[in-house]
């Protein structure tokens, strides 16, 4: 039967630019952006079972959460089994056998609804412990089988398939990596309760409606050859973030929340992607480590984590946990 147990590690991300166009016929919005991985990252971790499957749909039995999962669904709502079920298809397809049944359990180390790409990268992880187990039991399918079931599933579940540094068209699906020098030290600082993605979008859309000058920033050059120089000060000095104006709106206890990481000497805070989490950029490890106890000193956020960027995409780990 091969590997009985397999283990992934899902990668959070922040976008360095997030320029945000008008919104389309399909309701998703054009996007310029830059991405990065980041180390705070999820497990999951795929166990297969003695019991068969059905032949048709799923194969999961049960999926398990622990960690910061509040509000995180157990079941096929979860991005993670939707991720199984596809490229189970995908194999079936393919005319690959009886499958048994598996179990999965998931564990949070990503804020939920922080505007990390949690979901997101859970789902790619799901898609690289799947992988694994599946190639072992027939032809594997190509990388490209799982970036389009990763497109499927959301605009940033085929970044977090792939991490690094990447800049992101279109939904945010349409990648290519972004050349990109040196290590970057982040703390990453939550909020009590998340925000909810299209919401955010939508308060852009009504904010832009009222009269507000918000452009959308679709020129990365200077920040692209500041991260292709490695100059940690010229990257902070160029992020770029359409979002945040209104997740501010949406939630003004973060002008406080930047105004105290940056007061508390971080080169530049943004909020990360729609937040509510907001992003710190540092000069070191030393400094980030300052910075986030000065953060949880404040009183304005449950948690700051120091975080490194880039970081790989989601892959398989060999320990167990
Ligand atoms: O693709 P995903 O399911 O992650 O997107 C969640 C929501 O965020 C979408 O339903 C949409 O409201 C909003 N969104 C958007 N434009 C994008 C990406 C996401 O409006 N490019």
Request: hydrophobic content about 45%; charged content about 20%.
């Amino acid at each position: 039967m091969g590997v009985e147990q397999i283990r992934a590690r899902a990668h959070a991300k922040v976008n360095l630019h997030l320029g945000v166009g008008q919104a389309r016929a399909d309701g998703y919005h054009e996007l310029v952006t830059i991405f990065q991985s980041l180390s705070l990252h999820d497990e999951l971790e795929l166990k297969v079972l003695s019991k068969r499957a059905p032949k048709h749909g799923s194969v999961i039995d049960t999926l398990t959460l622990s960690g910061q999962a509040k509000g995180v669904p157990d079941d096929e709502d979860n991005l993670v089994w939707q991720a199984v079920d596809k490229l189970v298809a995908a194999y079936r397809a393919e005319g690959i056998g009886q499958l048994p049944m598996v179990e999965l359990h998931l564990r949070k180390g990503i804020p939920v609804a922080g505007g990390m790409a949690g979901g997101s990268a859970d789902a790619a992880a799901a898609l690289r412990v799947t992988q694994a187990w599946l190639s072992e039991h027939a032809d594997p399918l190509p990388e490209s089988v799982l970036e389009s079931i990763a497109a499927e599933l959301g605009s940033d579940v085929p970044f977090t398939l792939h991490g690094g540094t990447m800049l992101g068209t279109g939904r945010g699906e349409n990648l290519i990596p972004v050349m990109s020098r040196g290590h970057y030290h982040w703390v990453l600082a939550v909020s009590a309760a998340g925000l909810s993605t299209p919401e955010v979008f939508h308060k852009l859309d009504q904010l832009r409606e009222s009269g507000r000058e918000l452009p959308a920033h679709t020129d990365t050059t200077v920040l692209s050859r500041s991260l292709l120089n490695g100059d940690v000060a010229a990257v902070a000095a160029n992020l770029v973030n359409d979002l945040q104006a209104p997740a501010i709106s949406l939630r003004p206890g973060l002008r406080q929340i930047l105004a105290a990481g940056e007061e508390a000497g971080a080169l530049r805070g943004i909020v990360s992607g729609s937040g509510p989490t907001c992003a710190f950029l540092c000069r070191d490890a030393a400094h980030a480590a300052e910075v986030a106890g000065e953060l949880i000193d404040s009183g304005l956020v449950i948690a700051a984590h120091p975080a490194q960027g880039p970081a790989e995409g989601a892959h398989v780990v060999p320990e167990t946990f």
